[in-house]
């Protein structure tokens, strides 16, 4: 328990120290969320007047005459009670517009862990055990070549092919816009259907996750367990599902974990390209109209997604690996 509560409490100060981060970044940023409101309203033909300025900066609890010490801790109350304010760009609350992005990101990345990792893993396995066969040489190879792609050219790539030129995918939302989203086959299919190319991208550039699992995989079947096995003539099949890959397979929580940041920024850029409207056509929009309490709010969710990821990655290895309970026991 000692353990555990040492990663809660480190985890607990990374939060601190993100939190502030994310307060500051986008300050940092020229420009301000109430100016660039002003600059589309007044290309509207609205009027600007001394009172609607003051409005705005109640509204979204933004003001240049406010002390930036005072603000930053006006931000950490809103953090603790729930209140992250409105968007300045949707105007409305920060926790509605990312609640609607969040369904189809979540939809996505998770569709993205379990193809991916489930192919990459299975494959890291067979290629470790065919390791020096044309089977391991062609699989490493195209892993390492396809993953190697930037994400944006990925993603272009496949848009162009498959959905602007072919015309086989959708080239924008997450369903027929014609639909009423509800439990019905034809939603359903229309989901997937404009899924598939999105995901396809992803676990194509993470392919690269088969070279860490033959890694993992090879340098368990040199240990002595594995040996012994062979020798008391266990069936090939046990002793590279049981005895090596269920070993193999550990240190890839860890990689998992320390990636969930990297695969969300990689969702963002598929996400603006397909026009899918996830958490990175938000952020996106939020960026260009400067809206703070938006950009924050984003990046307070990731923030907790990947700490809460690494935390989750903890308590695994703690469950499965006996060897560290042992070593902290």
Do not use: C
């Not at 926790?95 to 990101?105: A, N, P, Q, S």
């Not at 049981?242 to 990636?259: C, D, E, H, K």
Request: without cysteine; charged residues 10%.
């Amino acid at each position: 328990m000692r353990y555990l509560f040492s990663r809660f409490g480190f985890y607990l100060l990374a939060f601190v120290a993100a939190v502030t981060i994310n307060f500051f970044l986008p300050r940092l940023m020229p420009g301000d969320p109430i100016q660039s409101f002003l600059g589309r309203l007044a290309q509207n033909g609205g009027q600007i007047t001394p009172e609607t300025i003051a409005s705005l900066e109640a509204l979204y609890g933004y003001s240049t005459n406010t002390p930036l010490f005072q603000q930053f801790l006006t931000y950490l109350q809103s953090i603790m009670t729930g209140e992250w304010g409105t968007s300045t760009r949707f105007f409305q609350p920060v926790f509605d517009v990312l609640g609607r992005g969040m369904l189809w990101t979540l939809l996505l990345v998770g569709s993205y862990l379990v193809v991916s990792y489930g192919i990459t893993t299975l494959l890291g396995i067979w290629v470790a055990w065919k390791r020096g066969t044309w089977v391991d040489s062609v699989i490493t190879v195209g892993s390492v070549v396809i993953s190697s792609i930037p994400a944006v050219v990925m993603a272009l790539l496949m848009y162009f092919i498959f959905a602007s030129d072919l015309g086989w995918f959708p080239t924008s939302y997450a369903y027929d816009p014609s639909l009423d989203p509800a439990m019905s086959f034809e939603f359903i299919r229309s989901v997937v259907y404009h899924l598939a190319l999105p995901l396809l991208s992803m676990v194509l550039l993470g392919m690269g996750n088969v070279m860490g699992m033959r890694s993992n995989m090879i340098n368990q079947l040199g240990e002595d367990f594995i040996v012994m096995g062979w020798a008391k003539g266990v069936k090939d099949k046990k002793v590279m599902l049981q005895y090596g890959a269920r070993n193999a397979v550990l240190p890839m929580i860890t990689t998992f974990a320390m990636s969930v940041g990297a695969i969300f920024a990689g969702s963002l850029i598929i996400e603006i390209i397909f026009n899918y409207p996830g958490l990175g056509q938000v952020m996106f929009q939020a960026m260009l109209a400067r809206d703070y309490p938006l950009i924050q709010g984003y990046l307070l969710i990731m923030t907790i997604m990947v700490l809460g990821a690494n935390f989750i990655a903890d308590l695994l290895l703690f469950v499965l690996d006996p060897r560290l309970r042992t070593e902290l026991g």
